[in-house]
């Protein structure tokens, strides 16, 4: 059974940037999946907040364009969100999450806290 470790996050002032990161615990194991970044603020949905293809495409939704950045390193068996310039808003619980051909995985979740 494979697992998913995030790392990351934290508490940070406006403006400021965090990077979350996500690994496999199988190795060779991400590329053929999917992946992607999900938030839940308090009191909210979960929704998505980032998407990596398997060739490396990305999409962003919200407002987070522009400010985010997900990417993947197969090797590594990780995916990673980079986030600048973060926003009061932004505050939630970050979840990656690697799906295809049937499968669907998510990471135990990591908090993410943007106050002065």
């Known amino acids: 059974q494979v697992q998913f470790v995030q790392s990351g996050g934290g508490l940070v002032q406006p403006g400021g940037s965090l990077s979350l990161s996500c690994a496999a615990s199988?190795?060779?194991?991400?590329?053929?999946?999917?992946g992607e970044w999900y938030r839940q603020a308090p009191g909210k949905q979960r929704e998505l907040v980032a998407t990596?293809?398997?060739?490396?495409?990305?999409n962003y939704t919200g407002s987070t364009e522009g400010r985010f950045a997900i990417s993947r390193d197969n090797a590594k068996n990780t995916i990673y969100l980079q986030m600048n310039n973060l926003k009061p808003e932004d505050t939630g619980v970050y979840y990656c999450?690697?799906?295809?051909?049937?499968?669907?995985?998510w990471g135990q979740g990591t908090q993410v806290t943007v106050s002065s």
């Open positions: 999450r690697l799906w295809g051909y049937g499968a669907d995985y």
């Open positions: 199988r190795s060779s194991f991400i590329s053929r999946y999917t």
């Open positions: 990596i293809s398997t060739r490396g495409g990305t």
